[in-house]
């Protein structure tokens, strides 16, 4: 288990920084999608982190043949999925894991699915559950809610209609997944937008998805192959948002952040800043399977602010906005936020918990939390395994120093992190 140490920075920034992350949640659909097409798919810029090299290993074992080097991927499918001769481990991947479940579910053949220890123990029957509903065979520990997961998968499943109780991206992709075979168009309705990579990219391949006027989203089934992805990976904008942090914390500073998704459902975080008082603009640059484009960030004095919609824009990036809370003018609340007690770590019991160590006065709530701004002392962090915690906080080493306990986490979806985060010293 690796830690590391955060000197305090001693003067501000004016940086462009090209080299961040590939955007995860596209990195593990451009593999899994390409499945859906017959011919070649070409991935330039995808991830290399290990959640989304498990779903390249993943899309392997299924029969796929990829090949990799530092400019693209190239995935070519098999004319048929095979079922796979080992356990398909999916690493920290909550992502990876949920959209498999849909994938797989309508796939011939019998499938485990597992992970690290982080993941076994995170919820899985939100998705689980609606699958079983249509026909899908999933079981598990704790009755099909925790990993290892499995699949029997099932060749026709039924058309639904479904109305999701909970707003999450992940729930959405999985059942478009699993509907794209049903033997009819399906409906899937959500309270709030979610990230919507899934039905952009999907429909970019030639799937017929689209949103009625009652709110539904209706997948038609495929009667033949998708066109198969030429797509550039863009950075991705959670990523980047610790770096738009650092600038907003850092008195006099600036970042560039380039070639990052400007998809609306993936920038409210860094609305979320502008409302703190932060200048943030946003130029973009090109829009084919996504609106991509550059993210300015300049430092101005920060306000509280209260966030309470559209959390499951924010779910990423909360533990990262505490920061800036902690350092704000008055009393910043999180509210509707439930969600964060079942990402990779209790986000609201890790958040507040640290803060604590850090000096920070706060109120925990069952869905979120209130935060009186001041300043932050020098502490030593537990990450609980949860990269976002880890590199949020590593973050707030640049204003007070800061020594953060296992980071290995951060290789699962940022691995030049620290590298960039150096960078910062000129």
């Known amino acids: 288990m690796e830690n590391f140490s955060i000197e305090k920075l001693e003067k501000p920034f004016d940086i462009e920084i090209d080299s961040i992350a590939s955007d995860k949640s596209i990195s593990h659909r451009c593999a899994m999608f390409s499945l859906f097409s017959n011919e070649t798919s070409y991935i330039k810029n995808f991830l290399t982190a290990e959640d989304t090299l498990n779903s390249l290993s993943i899309v392997e074992q299924l029969g796929a043949k990829v090949k990799r080097d530092a400019k693209q991927v190239e995935i070519t499918p098999a004319k048929e999925l095979k079922e796979p001769e080992d356990v398909l481990d999916c690493g920290n991947a909550g992502t990876g894991m949920r959209l498999f479940c849909g994938l797989l579910a309508s796939i011939d053949g019998a499938f485990v699915l597992t992970g690290d220890k982080y993941l076994r123990n995170r919820p899985m029957k939100r998705v689980a559950q609606p699958l079983r509903s249509i026909g ?23 058309p639904f209609i479904y109305n999701s109780p909970v707003d999450s991206a992940q729930v959405k992709s999985a ?14 309705k959500e309270n709030e937008l979610t990230r919507d990579h899934t039905e952009r990219m999907l429909k970019g391949m030639g799937a017929k998805i689209e949103t009625d006027k009652e709110g539904y989203i209706n997948i038609h089934p495929l009667k033949g192959a998708l066109k198969p992805l030429n797509i550039t990976v863009p950075a991705d904008p959670s990523s980047a948002f610790f770096f738009a942090v650092a600038a907003a914390i850092t008195p006099n500073s600036r970042v560039v952040l380039k070639n990052v998704s400007l998809n609306p459902t993936r920038i409210g975080a860094y609305e979320i800043l502008k409302k703190m008082g932060v200048e943030v603009n946003f130029i973009e640059k090109e829009n084919i399977y996504e609106p991509i484009g550059d993210i300015e960030v300049k430092y101005k004095e920060l306000n509280a602010v209260v966030v309470d919609k559209h959390i499951s824009w924010l779910i990423d990036e909360l533990p990262a906005l505490a920061i800036v809370m902690s350092l704000a003018k008055g009393t910043s609340v999180v509210k509707n936020a439930k969600e964060l007690r079942v990402k990779e770590s209790d986000r609201i019991k890790s958040v507040v918990t640290n803060l604590e160590k850090c000096g920070v006065n706060f109120t925990e709530f069952e869905d979120g939390y209130e935060i009186t701004g001041g300043s932050l002392k020098h502490a030593t962090i537990d990450s609980h395994g949860d990269h976002r915690i880890a590199m949020s906080f590593s973050i707030a080493g640049l204003i007070c120093g800061m020594d953060i306990q296992d980071v290995d986490c951060i290789l699962t979806s940022f691995p030049n992190f620290k590298e960039i985060l150096e960078s910062l010293r000129g």
């Open 136 to 158: 899908a065979k999933i079981d598990g520990r704790d009755n099909g809610n925790k990993a290892p997961l499995f699949i029997r998968g099932v060749k026709e499943l039924k």
């Open 175 to 188: 059942m478009i997944l699993a509907a794209l075979r049903a033997t009819g168009v399906s409906k899937y």
